[in-house]
C-alpha cells in the first residue's frame, strides 16, 4: 500500500542487495540503522495478540517513507544520540506530567474497582 517495505528473503537481500549500497552484508546492522533513522518494524497482529511469524518476511515502516511523496524524505533524520540530557522545553514537560497524572489516576481507579470485584467474590463465595 506505499506506507512500509518489506525484505522478503534475508540471506538473500544481505549477500545480493546490502554490499550494492553499503560497506558490509549485515542484515543486523542495517536493521540498527533503520532503527537509528527512526524505521520501525511492523508486527502482526492478531486479536490484539502478538502473532508468531510465520513467513521470513521483516516489514519496516516510517511516517514519513510514503509511495509518491518524495518530499516527505527530507524529514527522515538519524536520530541524535548523546550521553547528555537534552534539553526540555517546559511546556513538553508540563504535558507530559499532565499525561501521567491522567494515567496514575486512572490506574488507580482501576486498583479501586479491581478491589472492589475482589470483594465482592470472596462475599460470592
Do not use: W
Not at 528473503?9 to 542495517?30: C, G, T, V
Not at 534539553?87 to 486512572?106: F, G, N, P, Q, Y
Amino acid at each position: 500500500n506505499g506506507e512500509n517495505f518489506c525484505i522478503l528473503d534475508e540471506q538473500r537481500f544481505a549477500k545480493e542487495l546490502l554490499p550494492k549500497y553499503f560497506k558490509h552484508n549485515n542484515i543486523s546492522s542495517f536493521i540498527r540503522q533503520l532503527n537509528m533513522y527512526g524505521f520501525r518494524k511492523v508486527v502482526a497482529l492478531e486479536n490484539g495478540m502478538i502473532t508468531a511469524e510465520k513467513s521470513s518476511v521483516i516489514e519496516f515502516q516510517h511516517p514519513f517513507f510514503k509511495q509518491g511523496k518524495a518530499h516527505l524524505l527530507e524529514n527522515i533524520k538519524r536520530k541524535v544520540q548523546s550521553k547528555h540530557v537534552s534539553a526540555v522545553r517546559t511546556e513538553d514537560l508540563k504535558v507530559c506530567t499532565e499525561d501521567l497524572h491522567k494515567v496514575l489516576s486512572e490506574v488507580q481507579e482501576m486498583r479501586e474497582q479491581q478491589n472492589n470485584m475482589d470483594v465482592r467474590l470472596a462475599n460470592m463465595k
